[in-house]
């Protein structure tokens, strides 16, 4: 496939994938974009109207024609896009091919806002803009206009480009950019429709809203604008009483670093930064082994490890203990988790304590003895020292350390089990996950007694029984379930929660501080302030 210097060139894409890489900030469930003409013509008052009587629509509503009389500047008539411009945009740009200029080309391109008289043509009053084919001239809310470009007749393809950061307008003119029609006006109108003016027979004009690609390179524009936004974030100075910003940020990176249980990495960290880490290494590994073991769907025994390290944590936390449960029922389903079946004459454990079928947590050593050795030597030699269980800082599990690189979503994720291992396969062990899911809707129905009932609870331990009623769960409706990726969340959710039981952030400030933003970010687009269509996180970061 042929590299497109803007992808969004690429004729290949859908107008969707087109719009989305254009404008990421829109969300088009609140402010859809501009996408066709508007039909409207019957209004109670005719500044309502967005199409004038003598405009003809056809093609999907994008071919605009002229059907009126023509003989005076009377006859002109307008029509405007089915929404306005969404500010969020940041830098907004349709095109328009002149298909025929008719008898004499006195033809508008430009912009209007709600409310705006269809009779005329676009530019000529208060709020309205265009740009004239008849004369080349640039028209801004009068009916004089200004000396702008060139004329353009049948063949041509002319764009208009409205920047919603500083209220100024361009044009182009055969993928030519022709400069700059007006600028900062004070009172531009929110809410700017793309608009066409015709105003003698046969004139004929077709409109792209990004259905196809453009003649003219406006993600070159946008480019440019994302390095002036980015420049501006750049120079903010720092809030002198947020402490010492080197301070800050280490402390930022060290805490994510403590918070995914990177151990070797953080006292690495802490060392060339000369700082203090906020836990001991010993319960930051231990938190470490729990998390491979949730993510390599191994749930029983990471039941039993925390049930362990961290006594009465489950037990304060009944709704995540439940959501472990029912996660362990489903990996018991794919073969991920295996359940020793406890004696029938009380074999002393309940149905919560049951751990998987390795019988002890250090069954992950040899795992973890491998990335150990790739993480290299240093403080091997104490990593393999066993200590007592005591508040939570009980050792019994090798260090291992993961790159930095590497979020918990990629922490030792099992690809999935086999389907030779599902339990569906085996009578012994299907029997075994019988008892098992009758213990867990008695724990459902004690939940309920003490606590209400909780529909996400129900929900969630219905979708987990409905795998049982397929003969291969896998290729199902509710299949989904099964996949890897469901254990990141509860994952995250066991690790806030035995953070929070050490009085440590449930949350690391870096992640809060990216939530923030982005939500800010939001804001400023339901505020109509364009500059954050050019100052997206991601690839800010990049």
């Known amino acids: 496939t042929m590299e497109y210097e803007s992808p969004s060139q690429s004729p290949t894409l859908t ?16 402010t859809p974009l501009p996408r066709c003409w508007s039909t409207k013509t019957v209004a109670p008052n ?49 095109e328009v091919k002149i298909i025929s200029k008719g008898r004499d080309g006195y033809m508008g391109v430009g912009l209007s806002a709600q409310g705006v008289n269809m009779n005329r043509l676009p530019g000529w009053d208060k709020h309205s ?7 080349g001239h640039s028209f801004c809310s009068s009916g004089t206009g200004q000396a702008y470009g060139p004329t353009f007749t049948t063949g041509d393809v002319i764009g208009c480009g409205i920047n919603l950061i500083d209220g100024s307008c361009f044009y182009t003119k055969n993928g030519h950019h022709l400069g700059i029609a007006f600028q900062g006006f004070a009172d531009l109108p929110s809410g700017l429709y793309p608009t066409v003016g015709l105003q003698t027979p046969g004139e004929v004009i077709d409109a792209n809203f990004g259905q196809e690609p453009f003649k003219f390179d406006i993600e070159g524009e946008m480019r440019e604008l994302r390095r002036k936004t980015q420049g501006v974030i750049e120079e903010l100075s720092w809030p002198r009483k947020q402490g010492d910003a080197q301070a800050v940020l280490h402390n930022m990176v060290s805490t994510y670093l403590v918070h995914h249980g990177y151990s070797q990495t953080a006292e690495s960290f802490a060392k060339s930064a000369g700082q203090e880490i906020s836990e001991e290494l010993t319960s930051m590994r231990n938190r470490q082994h729990i998390q491979k073991l949730v993510l390599a769907g191994k749930l029983g025994e990471a039941i039993s490890t925390v049930d362990q390290l961290y006594p009465g944590l ?40 049951t751990s998987s079928s390795s019988g002890h947590s250090g069954s992950n050593m040899d795992m973890e003895e491998q990335v150990d050795n790739a993480g290299g030597e240093v403080g091997n030699h104490e990593n393999h020292q066993t200590e007592q269980a005591v508040n939570g800082n ?45 213990s867990l809707h008695v724990f459902a129905t004690q939940l309920e007694q003490e606590k209400g009932r909780s529909e996400a609870n129900s929900t969630m331990l219905q979708e987990a ?22 254990r990141e969340s509860v994952c995250a959710q066991l690790n806030s929660a035995i953070l929070e039981s050490k009085n440590l952030p449930g949350r690391p400030p870096l992640e809060i501080s990216l939530a923030h933003s982005a939500h800010l970010l939001k804001l400023m687009s339901n505020s109509e302030l364009g500059a954050c269509a050019f100052a997206d996180i991601q690839t800010i970061l990049n």
């Open 129 to 135: 803009y265009g740009y004239h084919g008849d004369d």
């Open 465 to 486: 029984f409905s795998l049982l009623a397929y003969a291969d769960p896998w290729d199902s409706p509710v299949g989904g379930q099964l996949d890897p990726a469901g």
């Open 46 to 94: 005719h500044l309502l109207q967005d199409k004038y009587n003598y405009i003809g629509l056809s093609q999907s509503n994008l071919r605009v024609h002229y059907k009126g009389h023509g003989k005076t500047h009377k006859d002109a008539s307008s029509v405007r896009a089915t929404h306005p411009i969404p500010a969020s945009c940041g830098l907004y740009y349709f």
């Open 15 to 30: 107008q969707d994938e087109r719009l989305k890489l254009l404008y990421p900030m829109v969300n088009e469930d609140e």
């Open 314 to 353: 489950l037990a304060l936390n009944q709704d995540l203990h439940f959501r472990l449960k029912v996660r362990q029922f489903i990996e018991m389903v794919s073969g991920a988790d295996t359940l020793e079946i406890e004696s029938e004459s009380g074999g002393g454990k309940s149905w919560a304590d």
């Open 394 to 438: 009980s050792q019994n599990t090798s260090n291992g350390n993961i790159d930095c690189d590497h979020s918990t979503d990629n922490m030792d994720v099992d690809a999935g089990a086999p389907r030779g291992n599902s339990i569906l396969a085996n009578p012994a062990r299907f029997e075994c996950l019988i008892r098992f899911g009758r």
